[in-house]
C-alpha cells in the first residue's frame, strides 16, 4: 500500500507565526526520500495553512506524485489548470471548519463536480474524488468521470474500538470493493494513525492511502524519515 503525505501542517506550523519557516518543500523532499510515494497539499479558499507558492514551488520539486487536495470551485479549478498536479482530489470545504468533516457528496453537487472533473481532465490530470464510504457515492464518482476514489476513514478512526470500528471498518471495505469492481482505484484518507493503520492495512482493494496529521506529529518528535518508515511498515506487514 503506497503512502503520500499531507504536509499541510508543516504549513500550519509556519503561519501560526506567518513565518518563513518550516518548509512545508522541504518536508516533502524528505517525505520522498523515506519512501513516500508522493506528496498531498490542501489548498484552501481561505488559505490557512498551504499557499498558492507553495504548490507552485512543489510542482517542480516533487519527483513522484503531486496530488493537490481542493474544491471544486472555479477558483481552485483554474490554479490547477495552471499548475498541473499529476492528481487533483476534490473535497467539501466547509466555513470554519477545523478540517474536512466529511466526503463530497457527489449526489447533491453533481454538476458542479461533473463540470470541474472535465475542466482537469483536459490537462491529462488523474481526478479523485474524496467520498464516504457509500457505494451510491462510488457509483457517482463513476459517473461523473472519475478514476479514483478516496474513502473518507476518519468515522472509522474515531471509532472507540471494537464493534464499532469493525462495522465502520467493513463500510469501508465493502466500499472499496465496490470500486474495484467499477473499475476505479480505491484510495484511502483521513484520521489514519500509528494506532489504526492495521486495520486499513487489511483492504488489499486500497492502493494507497493520504495521511498529514499523525505522521507530522510523530515526525516533529522523531523526525520526518522515522516517522514515514513507520507508517509505511505498518501499512505494509508482508513487507
Not at 493537490?68 to 466547509?94: F, W, Y
Request: charged share 25%; net charge negative; aromatic share 2%.
Amino acid at each position: 500500500m503506497r503512502l503520500s503525505v499531507n504536509v499541510d501542517h508543516v504549513a500550519t506550523i509556519r503561519q501560526a507565526r506567518m513565518a518563513d519557516e518550516p518548509d512545508p518543500v522541504w518536508a516533502a523532499a524528505q517525505a520522498e526520500l523515506a519512501g513516500a510515494c508522493g506528496i498531498t497539499v490542501h489548498l484552501r479558499g481561505d488559505r490557512r495553512h498551504i499557499q498558492d507558492r507553495d504548490v507552485e514551488v512543489l510542482r517542480r520539486t516533487v519527483v513522484g506524485e503531486l496530488n493537490l487536495e481542493m474544491k471544486a470551485s472555479d477558483e481552485m479549478v483554474g490554479i490547477a489548470e495552471r499548475i498541473v498536479p499529476d492528481m487533483c482530489t476534490l473535497v467539501p470545504e466547509g466555513h470554519g471548519e477545523l478540517t474536512t468533516m466529511g466526503g463530497l457528496d457527489i449526489v447533491s453537487s453533481e454538476s458542479e463536480v461533473r463540470a470541474a472533473v472535465e475542466r482537469l481532465a483536459t490537462k491529462g490530470i488523474a481526478i479523485s474524488i474524496f467520498i464516504d464510504p457509500d457505494v451510491v457515492q462510488v457509483g457517482r464518482a463513476k459517473a461523473v468521470g472519475a478514476g479514483i476514489v478516496e474513502l473518507h476513514t476518519g468515522v472509522f478512526s474515531e471509532a472507540a474500538g471494537g464493534a464499532e470500528a469493525e462495522r465502520e471498518l467493513e463500510k469501508v471495505r465493502v466500499a472499496a470493493a465496490a470500486a474495484r469492481e467499477m473499475g476505479l482505484e480505491a484510495h484511502g484518507g483521513h484520521g489514519i494513525t500509528y494506532r489504526n493503520a492495521d486495520g486499513i492495512a487489511e483492504i488489499r482493494e486500497i492502493e494507497e492511502v493520504s495521511i498529514g496529521h499523525s505522521v507530522i506529529a510523530r515526525a516533529v518528535l522523531v523526525g520526518m524519515e522515522r516517522a514515514v518508515l513507520d507508517m509505511i511498515t505498518l501499512l505494509n506487514p508482508g513487507g
